[in-house]
Antibody, heavy 124, light 107 residues
């Protein structure tokens, strides 16, 4: 079935780095943009980043710009989020989510498939 | 950045009730608004996109309306599985932003 499986979360010290992965199955990964969305404990949803279906477009939230990098490998059906200079404010469940539009550089239609999330805890 | 404000932050209702949740954008976003449902410990689920289009597989008791800056999600007859938190999200421009959420609780 159509699914996204996120992994790579864990406990990391402030200032260190972590790389998250998201593996897709059940659909043609290379046709869809993919987002990262996070949720701090007990808080609401925060959009983090998106990468277009072909990797040519990348957009970031101001809170992570310059520290996080999104990338994809369409040959491996895998999305990545490289997170550097982590701080306590980055502690959250990180979800990868498929954009609803197919082969598009526009992101108007929401996120229709979500992974189960991977937990990142930044603590000394 | 476009700020999204939801109201109320929580609502208590009974099975069979009609529930309405509001979402206001700090500037016009045309019809580029999505609604999500999130149950505790689970990932969000897309309910509505384009302000009023029902996502495939979502029950017809859910409906969305609005354009510009004011939007509404309506649940016509609340079911037990609908007790959850609901988020609006503007998809008009980057950074994409979510509302603070509305928790629908059992009365």
């Amino acid at each position: 079935q159509v699914q996204l499986v996120a992994s790579g979360g864990g406990v990391v010290q402030p200032g260190r780095s972590l790389r998250l992965s998201c593996v897709a199955s059940g659909f043609t990964f290379s046709r869809y943009g993919i987002h990262w969305v996070r949720q701090a404990p007990g808080k609401g949803l925060e959009w983090v980043a998106v990468i277009s279906y072909d990797g040519s477009d990348k957009y970031y939230a101001d809170s992570v710009k310059g520290r996080f990098t999104v990338a994809r490998d369409n040959s491996k059906n895998t999305l990545y989020l490289q997170m550097n200079s982590l701080g306590a404010e980055d502690t959250a469940v990180y979800y990868c989510a498929r954009d609803r539009a197919v082969i598009s550089h526009f992101y108007y239609y929401g996120m229709d498939v979500w992974g189960q999330g991977t937990t990142v805890t930044v603590s000394s | 950045d476009i700020q999204m404000t939801q109201s109320p932050s929580s609502v208590s209702a009974s099975v069979g009730d009609k529930v309405t949740i509001s979402c206001r954008a700090s500037q016009g976003i045309s019809s580029w608004l999505a609604w999500y449902q999130q149950r505790p410990g689970k990932a969000p689920v897309l309910l509505i996109y384009g302000a009023s289009s029902l996502q495939s597989g979502v029950p017809s008791r859910f409906s969305g309306s609005g354009s510009g800056t004011v939007f509404t999600l309506t649940i016509s007859s609340l079911q037990p599985e609908d007790f959850a938190t609901y988020y609006c999200q503007q998809t008009n421009s980057f950074p994409l932003t979510f509302g603070g959420g509305t928790k629908v609780e059992i009365k």
